[in-house]
C-alpha cells in the first residue's frame, strides 16, 4: 500500500511520453503508401492468409512479397508484425502506420526505462526529458513514417529489451537476452552488428567480471549459428555484401555516413531518404577520421580510468553505441548509391546517451548555482522538443505519396540523382514521357552507375519505339546488375518487337531463371516459342504464367490465337 502513491508520478510520465509521441505523428495517419509500401505490405497476399504466414519463414523477404523478387534478406519476425497488424486492424496505409506509431512509442518508453536505471540516484524527469527529445527527433522519423521501415524501430525495441534483461542478476537475464537476440536476428540481419554492444555492457557499465557472460556469449553465439543455418536453408546468402564491398570502401561510407547523419539529429535540415552517396575527398576523409579517432579515444579513455564516474562510462558507452551502430549503414551507400534518413534510428540512441550522462553531470554543476540556472536548463531542453516537434510535422507531408517523397528529396538535394529517377519512373507510369525523359537523362548524367535508372531509360526507349537505344540501356544496366530480372524482361521486350524470336527467347529465360514467378517473362517466352514453332514449351510457359496472374493481358491474348490456329 505505501508503495501505491509513488506509482502514480512513473504512470503520469510514462502516459505523457506516449501522448506526446502519438500527438507528433498523428497526423501521419492519413498519408498513403509510399515506395516498397504497396509491394512489401499493403498489396501483400501473404499478409491476408495462415498459409502466408508460413511462407514469410520458408523463404526471403521479397519473394514473400507481391513483387516476388529473390532477394538477399531474410526478416520473418518484421513481417509477421505486419500479418498480425493486417488482422487486427487491416492492411491499409493509416492501420500500418498507426503500428509503427506505437513500436516507436514503445521505444521512447523502453528508453526511459533504460535512462533511469543507468545513474544511481535515478534522475527520472531527466531521463523522461530526453526520452521524450528522443522520440520527437526529426532525424528518426523516416522508418516511422515509412511503413516498410518497420524494420528498424524493432530493432531498436529488441535492442533495448537486451539491455533492460542485462540487467537481471537472475539467470532469467541471460535467457531474455539470448531469447531477445534471437528475435533481432530475425527482424533484421544487421541486428548483428550490435550484439558486442551487451559485453560492453557487462564491463563498462555492469562492473562485470568477463567470466560472468561466458554462459551469455555461447547463447549468443548458438543463436546466431542458428540465424546462419536458417538462411543457408531458405537459400540467402549471409556476408556476401560484405565481402563484396571490401574493406576500404566501408571505411569510406562509415566516415561519410557519419557526416551525413550525425549532424542532422541536432540540426534537423535537409532530411532526405535518398541522400546522394558521395565519398568524401581524401582530405576531408583524413580530416573527419582524425576527428572520429580522437573523440573515440577521449570518450574511452574518460570511460575507462579507475576514477571514471558513471556518466563518464555512460557517455563513452554511448558514444560506442554511435559509431558501432552506424557500420550497417556504411553498407548501403556503395551499393544503393544513396542512405536514407532512417539509417540514424539505431545510433541515434547512443548519441542521445551521452546527452544523457552529460546533461546528468551538468545539472549537477547547476544545483550548486541558483535556482534560475536549472530552470534555464529545462528551458533549453523543452525548446530541443519543441523545435524538434516543429521541424517532423513539418516533414510529415513530404510522406504523403511517391511523388511528394522525391520532391522533397529534391528540395533537400537540387539535382539528386536517384529522386530524379523515381520522378521519371513515376511519370513513366502516369504515360507522360515528355515529363519522364528530362528527368531521367538528368538522372543518368548524375549517376551513371545506378542500374535502375538505365533500365528505366530502357522502358521510356520501348515506349517511344525506339528500340535500338532501348537495348543500349537495357545491356548497360545489366551490365551493372545482371541479376535484375526486370532488366531481362525489357530487353526480351525489345526482341520481341523487332521479331527477335531467339534472343528473345534466352532474354526471358534469363529472367525466369531469377524470378521464376515473373507471368510477364512466362508471357514473353511463350511468344518466342510459338514464333519459333515449339507450341509444346509455348503452352507450359502459358500455363506457369497463369498460375500466377489468371488475367495477364498477354497471355490471354496469346492463348486465343494458340487456339484459334489449332482450329
Known amino acids: 500500500m505505501g508503495s501505491t502513491p509513488t506509482r502514480w508520478p512513473l504512470l503520469l510520465t510514462a502516459t505523457l511520453i506516449v501522448v506526446l509521441t502519438v500527438a507528433v505523428y498523428f497526423p501521419s495517419l492519413k498519408n ?5 509500401d504497396f509491394d512489401l505490405v499493403t498489396e501483400n497476399p501473404y499478409l491476408r492468409s495462415f498459409s502466408g504466414m508460413a511462407t514469410l519463414f520458408e523463404t526471403d523477404l521479397w519473394t514473400a512479397s507481391a513483387k516476388r523478387e529473390p532477394s538477399s534478406f531474410y526478416r520473418p519476425l518484421t513481417m509477421v508484425t505486419f500479418w498480425i497488424n493486417a488482422w487486427i486492424a487491416g492492411p491499409s496505409a493509416t492501420s500500418m502506420r498507426a503500428g509503427n506509431v506505437m513500436v516507436h512509442a514503445t521505444n521512447a518508453l523502453l528508453l526511459w526505462l533504460l535512462l533511469r536505471r543507468l545513474l544511481s540516484p535515478t534522475r527520472t524527469l531527466l531521463s523522461a526529458s530526453i526520452a521524450g527529445l528522443w522520440a520527437v527527433m526529426a532525424v528518426n522519423s523516416e522508418p516511422v513514417l515509412w511503413i516498410s521501415g518497420r524494420f528498424d524501430p524493432l530493432t531498436v525495441t529488441v535492442a533495448l529489451g537486451c539491455m533492460l534483461a542485462n540487467r537481471l542478476r537472475s539467470v532469467w537475464g541471460t535467457v531474455f537476452v539470448v531469447l531477445l537476440a534471437t528475435c533481432g536476428l530475425f527482424i533484421k540481419e544487421t541486428f548483428m552488428g550490435w550484439l558486442p554492444l551487451l559485453f560492453l555492457d557487462d564491463v ?37 555484401v560484405v565481402a563484396e564491398t571490401g574493406l576500404a570502401t566501408l571505411a569510406q561510407s562509415h566516415l561519410f555516413t557519419f557526416v551525413t547523419l550525425v549532424p542532422r539529429a541536432f540540426i534537423p535540415m535537409a532530411l532526405d531518404p535518398f541522400h546522394p552517396y558521395a565519398p568524401l575527398p581524401l582530405g576531408s576523409n583524413i580530416v573527419v577520421g582524425v576527428l572520429l579517432a580522437g573523440l573515440t579515444g577521449w570518450f574511452g579513455w574518460r570511460g575507462l580510468r579507475k576514477e571514471s564516474k558513471p556518466y563518464q562510462k555512460i557517455s563513452a558507452f554511448g558514444w560506442g553505441w554511435l559509431v558501432l551502430g552506424l557500420f550497417p549503414a556504411s553498407l548501403t551507400g556503395p551499393n544503393l548509391f544513396m542512405i536514407g534518413d532512417r539509417y540514424a534510428y539505431l545510433p541515434c540512441l547512443g548519441l542521445i546517451m551521452v546527452v544523457f550522462a552529460e546533461a546528468s553531470a551538468a545539472l549537477e554543476r547547476l544545483r550548486r548555482l541558483s535556482t534560475k540556472a536549472r530552470w534555464f536548463a529545462g528551458a533549453v531542453v523543452a525548446v530541443a522538443i519543441v523545435g524538434q516537434s516543429w521541424a517532423l510535422i513539418r516533414r510529415i507531408p513530404d ?22 529517377y523515381y520522378l521519371g519512373y513515376l511519370a513513366i507510369g502516369d504515360n507522360d514521357l515528355g515529363r519522364a525523359e528530362p528527368l531521367l537523362v538528368e538522372a543518368a548524367r548524375g549517376n551513371p552507375r545506378c542500374w535502375r535508372t538505365a533500365n528505366a531509360i530502357c522502358v521510356l526507349r520501348l515506349r517511344q519505339g525506339r528500340y535500338r537505344e532501348a537495348q543500349a540501356s537495357c545491356e548497360r544496366s545489366l551490365a551493372i546488375h545482371g541479376d535484375n530480372p526486370r532488366a531481362w524482361v525489357n530487353l526480351a521486350s525489345v526482341y520481341v518487337n523487332e521479331k527477335r524470336w531467339l534472343p528473345a527467347l534466352e532474354a526471358s529465360l534469363e529472367a525466369v531463371a531469377r524470378k ?45 490465337q494458340m487456339d484459334a490456329r489449332q482450329r
Open 399 to 420: 510522406w504523403k505519396d511517391d511523388r511528394s517523397l522525391a520532391e522533397a528529396s529534391l528540395r533537400a538535394h537540387p539535382n539528386n540523382p536517384y529522386a530524379l
Open 516 to 560: 521464376p514467378f515473373f507471368p510477364e517473362a512466362r508471357y514473353l517466352a511463350a511468344v518466342s516459342y510459338a514464333n519459333l514453332g515449339d507450341l509444346e514449351r509455348a503452352r507450359e510457359q502459358m500455363d506457369a504464367g497463369f498460375a500466377e496472374e489468371p488475367k495477364h493481358p498477354g497471355l490471354l491474348d496469346l492463348q486465343r
Open 32 to 36: 498513403g503508401s509510399v515506395w516498397d
Open 204 to 240: 563498462w557499465l555492469l562492473g562485470r567480471h568477463p567470466k560472468q557472460s561466458i554462459g551469455k556469449a555461447i547463447g549468443l553465439a548458438v543463436v546466431i549459428g542458428l540465424n546462419l543455418v536458417v538462411r543457408q536453408a531458405v537459400g540467402i546468402p549471409s556476408l556476401s
